[in-house]
């Protein structure tokens, strides 16, 4: 069992166009399926955090992306959403998982002879091969001995350009959420502010 509350509400940034369909029904977010992923395969949110999703949907208009993912006008889409078997990575019970997860991979780069992935992409690591790596062998593992899938990974990053002189927080700090079965997603809204009205992010 998690020790979390069981619902939380996500926020993923992505075009207008997307964003308007799902809003009427006629669409629904895509799986992300890139080896650089930070919590492997799933569709991504940023957890309470609006604005956040938001300047990721802004800075993605703003250069090309190795997926092909493109963004004319940035927008967000909020999500009702049940972690259910959470993979949950602020709890230690979990991250002992993933240090198994590591060892079993370089057990498998060993035997197959093959490089292990690496993280790269500055002091943020936003190419994390390795991460996502060993998540999917993880969730591969469980697989294969049977056991249950976690529907959701969750995870705090510590992201961005340091608040001020050695602190210990950053700009971008965050909480993300993959969700791995897209039952969990209960439904979608558009986010509004404190009036109620649809917000207007600038």
Known sequence: MNDISPIILGYHGCDARVAEDIFAGAGSLKVSHNDYD???????????????????????????????QRIKTPAVV??????????????????????????????VCKAADTELPR???????????????????????????????????????????????????ASKNHIQVCVRDHRCILGYFRPIDDRGRPIVFK
């Open 119 to 169: 993280n790269s992409g500055g002091t943020d690591l936003v190419d994390r091969k390795l991460d996502c790596a060993v998540l999917r062998m993880l969730h591969r593992t469980r697989a294969d001995a049977g056991e249950s899938a976690f529907d959701t990974v969750r995870a705090a990053f510590f992201e961005g350009s340091r608040l001020y002189e050695n602190a210990g927080f």
């Open 38 to 68: 930070w919590l492997a395969d799933g569709i991504y949110f940023w957890e309470h955090n609006a604005r956040r999703a938001y300047d990721f949907a802004c800075s993605m208009s703003k250069r090309p992306h190795p997926s092909g």
């Open 78 to 107: 909020g999500a009702i959403v049940h972690l259910g078997q959470c993979l949950n990575l602020l709890d230690s019970q979990f991250i002992k998982m993933v240090q198994r997860a590591h060892h079993d991979l370089v057990h």
